[in-house]
């Protein structure tokens, strides 16, 4: 289709797309403001109106909300880990797998946190990781004239209990079921097996040299990513947690 100047138009985006499109405008943004990032802002940073924003998202709480559900959400990360190259060493699978694990935890942090620590976010049904058909549902936060709120209300100690209790579902793509809220126990649960599910991928052409089932070393392979993540002033590298896994702690040749 072409416009009166002679130009082929772009295809119109649906109104799917142009979520997506803001969202991943938004998360950078998020991540450095926190909840002071301004629709303004985000409008500038994708190329549109301000009030495309709010066709699209209602108000800034429930894109920030979009925020969170897009930084949790595993899927790019496993499909990555699920298409690693089978004809390279095991440790190098392991490796890339770690990379790719970490990176998204890293980046789930971030967002979690920059919400958490500039506070402001109330508790929100599509902010803590409950199932999507609960957070289609929830209402657009407004103020008591019942007006679409900008800027969200809340406590510090409310948003950093939603960041927190939101990243948990995110964590469980490593981790699986800690507690928490009830509502996410099921995400967490399918986000562990479908880790597990692709980590397992990565031991099977290995099977019969093995120690232990494929299965089981790729669910000990989650735990350890996710406890290198936790502090420390050296955190491993991916390359020397691969090596402690696959060659464990005593140097080769030398005595038990």
Same mark, same amino acid.
Do not use: W
């Given at each position: $289709?072409?416009?009166?100047?002679?130009?082929?138009?772009?295809?119109?985006?649906? +109104?799917? +797309?142009?979520?997506? $499109?803001?969202?991943?405008?938004?998360?950078?943004?998020?991540?450095?403001?926190?909840?002071?990032? @301004?629709?303004? +802002?985000? =409008?500038?940073?994708?190329?549109?109106?301000?009030?495309?924003?709010?066709?699209?998202?209602? #108000?800034?709480?429930?894109? %920030?909300?979009?925020? $969170?559900?897009?930084?949790?959400?595993?899927?790019?990360?496993?499909?990555?880990?699920?298409?690693?190259?089978?004809?390279?060493?095991?440790?190098?699978?392991?490796?890339?797998?770690?990379d790719t694990l970490r990176g998204y935890l890293a980046r789930m942090g971030a967002?979690?946190?920059?919400?958490?620590?500039?506070?402001?976010?109330?508790?929100?049904?599509?902010?803590?990781?409950?199932?999507?058909?609960?957070?289609?549902?929830?209402?657009?936060?407004?103020?008591?004239?019942?007006?679409?709120?900008?800027?969200?209300?809340?406590?510090?100690?409310?948003?950093?209990?939603?960041?927190?209790?939101?990243?948990?579902?995110?964590?469980?793509?490593?981790?699986?079921?800690?507690?928490?809220?009830?509502?996410?126990?099921?995400?967490?649960?399918?986000?562990?097996?479908?880790?597990? #599910?692709?980590? @397992?991928?990565?031991?099977?052409?290995?099977?019969?040299?093995?120690?232990?089932?494929?299965?089981?070393?790729?669910?000990?392979?989650?735990?350890?990513?996710? =406890?290198?993540?936790?502090?420390?002033?050296?955190?491993? @590298?991916?390359?020397?947690?691969? #090596? %402690?896994?696959?060659?464990?702690?005593?140097?080769?040749?030398?005595?038990?």
């Amino acid at each position: $289709m072409t416009n009166p100047t002679g130009r082929r138009r772009a295809p119109a985006m649906s +109104q799917e +797309q142009r979520r997506e $499109m803001i969202v991943r405008a938004a998360l950078p943004l998020v991540v450095e403001y926190g909840t002071s990032v @301004t629709t303004a +802002q985000v =409008a500038r940073a994708a190329g549109i109106g301000e009030g495309t924003i709010f066709r699209a998202f209602g #108000d800034k709480e429930t894109l %920030l909300a979009a925020c $969170m559900a897009e930084a949790v959400r595993p899927d790019d990360t496993l499909a990555h880990v699920a298409a690693i190259a089978l004809d390279v060493p095991l440790e190098e699978r392991l490796i890339e797998a770690a990379d790719t694990l970490r990176g998204y935890l890293a980046r789930m942090g971030a967002v979690a946190g920059a919400l958490a620590a500039s506070g402001g976010l109330r508790r929100d049904p599509r902010l803590l990781g409950a199932p999507s058909e609960e957070r289609r549902a929830a209402p657009a936060p407004s103020d008591a004239s019942g007006e679409r709120r900008d800027v969200p209300s809340g406590t510090s100690g409310e948003g950093r209990g939603a960041a927190s209790e939101a990243s948990s579902e995110g964590r469980g793509a490593a981790e699986g079921p800690r507690g928490g809220a009830g509502r996410a126990f099921s995400g967490r649960e399918a986000s562990m097996a479908a880790t597990r #599910d692709v980590l @397992t991928g990565l031991f099977e052409p290995e099977r019969d040299d093995l120690r232990l089932p494929p299965e089981r070393l790729a669910e000990a392979f989650q735990f350890l990513l996710l =406890a290198s993540g936790r502090g420390g002033s050296s955190p491993l @590298t991916s390359a020397e947690l691969v #090596d %402690l896994f696959l060659h464990g702690a005593l140097k080769g040749g030398e005595p038990g």
